[in-house]
């Protein structure tokens, strides 16, 4: 079956600008999960949607938001774009919430670089 | 809050050596995940333990969870190139288990 699909790979965006990113999870797949990695943060959880609810946010402004599609897909926005916002961002995919016991499937990421 | 350490961060090994990752925590975790990434790829789910004590071996790799279910390691048997990435350990952190990920140890291979 396919995997996660994000979409785009790569985005350049200018300071100020804001930038929508996209993530299909597996079919199935309820639970939709974003991260931000970072050679400095490293994997940073965002926040975590579940039939269409944020169930989980973690520590980020709130120039950083998302929303789930009924058919499951997610979407994130970065409002007010800063240099810092520059980052691979990771859309996970599972079933249901919570840690499955098979893991996260994770997309391929889309690269944003803000200059 | 609950922290989870993982070192080394970097480690070089000459193909076929054996290499180790070690992930502890200050506080008992509930379960812990292990995932690899790739150069230029994103982190792919290897395993999870859940038991006190538990070892599970994939092939050359052994993964442990120690008896107090504070520590966690992952061991690769002769390493080989296609062993090269950064080796992530992860657990359920809050009430609602959002997956916290260790800050990973890249490993390389010198053939």
């Known amino acids: 079956k396919a995997g996660v699909t994000q979409t785009p790979r790569y985005l350049i965006k200018t300071r100020g600008q804001q930038v929508t990113l996209s993530c299909s999870p597996i079919?199935?797949?309820?639970?939709v999960s974003w991260y931000q990695q970072t050679p400095g943060q490293g994997l940073q959880f965002l926040f975590e949607?579940?039939?269409?609810?944020?169930?989980n946010k973690g520590n980020f402004p709130g120039r950083f938001s998302g929303r789930q599609f009924s058919n499951s897909r997610s979407e994130m926005n970065v409002s007010t774009l800063e240099l810092g916002d520059s980052a691979l961002y990771l859309c996970?995919?599972?079933?249901?919430?919570?840690?499955?016991?098979?893991?996260?499937?994770f997309g391929s990421g889309t690269r944003l670089t803000v200059v | 809050g609950q922290q989870v350490m993982q070192i080394p961060q970097y480690q070089h090994v000459q193909e076929g050596e054996d290499f180790t990752t070690y992930c502890n925590s200050s506080t008992t975790l509930s379960n812990i995940q292990w995932y690899k990434q790739r150069p230029g790829g994103h982190p792919v789910f290897l395993i999870q333990?859940?038991?006190?004590?538990e070892v599970k071996k994939q092939k050359r790799l052994t993964f442990q969870f120690g008896e107090a279910k504070k520590n966690s390691s992952l061991h690769i048997t002769a390493t080989q190139t296609t062993d090269v990435g950064t080796y992530f350990c992860?657990?359920?952190?809050?009430?609602?288990?959002?997956?916290?990920f260790g800050t990973g140890t890249r490993l390389t291979i010198i053939p």
């Open positions: 079919s199935g797949h309820r639970s």
């Open positions: 333990l859940v038991k006190s004590g």
């Open positions: 992860a657990h359920p952190l809050g009430g609602n288990e959002k997956l916290t």
């Open positions: 996970a995919s599972s079933f249901r919430t919570g840690t499955p016991n098979y893991g996260y499937t």
């Open positions: 949607y579940f039939s269409e609810t944020q169930r």
